[in-house]
């Protein structure tokens, strides 16, 4: 016989990460049990910013009532909590949170930091914690009032648990589901979820709204407009119970249920299963329904302790409780069945039924004017046709993108002579995409041309040559410049200076509604250059100058998303005295834009580039705390704001960028200063006309400008841009067909 093992005890380490693998099953696990932390802490605003489906980073941040500085070295450590005492108290447990083992559970298997700030603190406190104990000391910060929890490299630790994850995309639609399950029953509380680095959010619902219009805001109008408003009530059982459940006129192929049990977001199976029995009677074959119920139970008939992730609780008289909503949903959809929508089928040759037998009362009273004619219809499908449908490629064309693409697959960049800017996507394992800048000419004037140099040292030349023409320029092979999409170490946060709400009031009371329209809904057709584009909106034809609208775009970003911009870092930083140089030389020592530069008047160029550097330094720290723009000790640019997604500004306008900063930004007045500095980068990242981006951070993808214009900037112009009456009245946005009237021509022909 075999000799019996050993028993022994496991080490502390080991039990507390099996005890969090059962807790934290994946990113929408810890995202649940935070947002459940925000929502016993008071909090109205709730804000949730993911990376990479939450596994790279993970972070929430509350208006509540925050933690104490005292109990920040504990609050990490398993079974602290300030909801329960004795044991008795689960009994008439009314929060969410009750064991202290959420916090706890994510430190074992991430890297966990919260910031926090209590009514009564002077300031907020940051902390970092590890393994359930703290890295480093409590440190004093700034901060608004409330909690910021950031997880960063969930499951780190855990390898196997990390690759049994789905794809990142699944990941960010369960956390998506998890937000707004709880943005709709908690419709007092502003809830907004988006994409690191993403100015545009995936969820966002206003504070004191109401569950049908959020229901409507996440789900759509077409659930929205069938809802049924559901309430009943047991006081022998002491149970209530309100809910929105769709009528028999909408179905969809799978159940959307969304079960609230003393608040808590759960699964109930039984429950499911007597819903699904009722709509049966209702709904054709595998057509199911939207269900939306929250029940209340007197606190004594719950056990909320079953389940680790306390997906599950059991209550008394669960039999009884179905069997009751049941019958109120029951009765409220036989009530609501006076109206119904049915879906009629061409009769067949040997029925005998007349067609005046099927008509209904409600087509009998149709008024003429609500058939659509045809000269009403609008194009619902853009992708039946484009507009470079009707453009063939040119030989040239075909050639340049044979040569791009052998180019490509060989690794190499390619240089082309009508193109100022290229930019390559360079694979990198560790970092979501790198971008190199390779220039071979910046820009020419009238007068003078620019060249960017590359020199041995690393530093960029400037040379000036007088009147020659773009033909006679020598070509000038220059090491790339990459530049990489970095996340930083930034926090997010909100930005509460009365300066920036006041100029962003300033954007929303000058937005021009009806143009705010026509760009919100309007259908992409097509590029027209680089400068303009075609869109439809309803049955018009609009010619819209992409190249404003692109500008006023990253103005109002800039606005709107103040601090809280992502960092486009360059992997080798420039230099800005040299930069300037260029700049100065270019357009000579007595432009006008010189005026702030030139404190007396045999003031040299190279003393006026200082000048650039010397104020920019000076800067610098505001500049990369709101602006995302760093500048080291050295005077030399390491990093950009990334204002959009899969969106690099044309570098060749850099030179100019930096010394506008120096010149055209009013430093002496706040509210000044930061709608200049917004202007003055909105105009460097706005489009050019000789603008142009071979690819993007996703390198499988071949992309050009004609692919960021339509699937990136207006994208991000539908959603984000505000219109201000002026690009009303400038031809910024211009109707040149509209189908009413060509119809009139047809029909006189």
Known sequence: MSEAKTIRRLDTTVVNRIAAGEIIQRPANALKEIIENSLDAGSSIIQVTVKQGGLKLLQIQDNGSGIKKEDLEIVCERFTTSKLQTFEDLKSIATYGFRGEALASISHVAHVTITTRTSQSKCAYRANYCDGKLKTNVKPCAGNQGTQISVEDLFYNVPTRRKMLKSPNEEHALITDVVSRYAIHNAGVAFVLKKYGDSTADVRTPVNSTQVDNIRTIFGSSIAKELINVMGEDKKLGVHFTGQVTSANYSVK?????????????????????????????????SHPFVYISLEISPQNVDVNVHPTKHEVHFLHEDLVIERVQKTLEAKLLGSNSSRLFYTQSLLPASQAKVSDIITTEKKQQKPEDKVYAHQMIRTDNRVQKLDAFFPQSSTSNKHQNESSRDESSGGSVVDDDRVMMIEVIDNDDTAGVLSAGTDSVRQSPATEIVMEGA??????AKASKKRSYEETEEIETPAVDIQANDGDKPQRQIRLSSVLLLQKEIKDHCHNGLREILHDHTFVGCVNRERALIQHQTKLYLVNTAKLSQELFYHIMMFEFGKFGVLRLSESAPIYDLALMEIEAKGCDSWSWAGLRQQADISKEEMASSVVDLLKSKSEMLWDYFSIEIDQDGHLCSLPLLLDKYIPDLTYLPDYLVQLATQVNWDNEKECFDSLCKVTSQFYAIKKNWDIKDSLESESDQNWKWVTEHVLYPAIRQTLLPSAKSAQDASVLQIANLTDLYKVFERC
């Open 254 to 286: 799978k159940l959307i249920f969304l079960l609230f049990i003393n608040n808590r977001l759960v699964e109930s199976s039984a429950l499911r299963k007597s819903i699904e029995a009722v709509y049966s009677a209702y709904l054709p074959k595998n």
């Open 456 to 461: 041995d040292s690393g530093l960029i030349k």
